[in-house]
């Protein structure tokens, strides 16, 4: 956990996006917990959230879940929304398998989400659209979630 916090400066100038990738979602979204293919247990998930946050990380992209979350067409804002444990300040997306397409959960050639990061200017918070593209026998689709994840204090 110290590394975490040792990885940047606390103010660079100018600031700086920090973006952490991670295999285990740290906030389990709407997950059964006893579902071991969508959920798992971060040993020290406060602890590591903490230390992430001291090293100004911005914004979590999770996998794991065999589900994006959150959901297509779902919004999540920092300012109303909560992210247990991982306070106001860091949000997290978590994106799909290639191999799991939907709550059926059938396979899929692949799938792939592009996350656009924006600043709004006028109140100094980011906010993220999410471009996904699925990949099967008959071709690709392309679905859009701007403002997936909004209100992120920036910086």
Request: zero cysteines; glycine letters at 8%; aromatic letters at 4%.
């Amino acid at each position: 956990m110290a590394e975490l916090r040792h990885l940047a400066p606390p103010a660079p100038r100018p600031p700086v996006l920090r973006v952490a990738l991670i295999h285990h979602p740290i906030h389990v979204f709407d997950a059964n917990l006893g579902d071991r293919l969508t959920n798992s247990v971060v040993v020290n998930r406060r602890r590591t959230a903490e230390a992430l946050g001291s090293a100004g990380v911005h914004l979590l992209l999770a996998g794991h879940r065999h589900r994006m979350n959150p959901a297509a067409r779902a919004r999540l804002d920092l300012r109303t929304d909560e992210q247990r444990p991982l306070g106001d300040r860091l949000g997290q997306l978590a994106g799909e398998s290639p191999t799991v397409s939907g709550s059926e959960g059938r396979a899929t050639a692949g799938a792939l989400s592009v996350y656009r990061v924006l600043l709004d200017e006028t109140d100094q918070r980011l906010s993220v659209d999410r471009l996904r593209y699925t990949f099967d026998r008959t071709g690709t689709s392309r679905a859009t979630d701007p403002g997936v994840l909004r209100g992120i204090p920036f910086p």
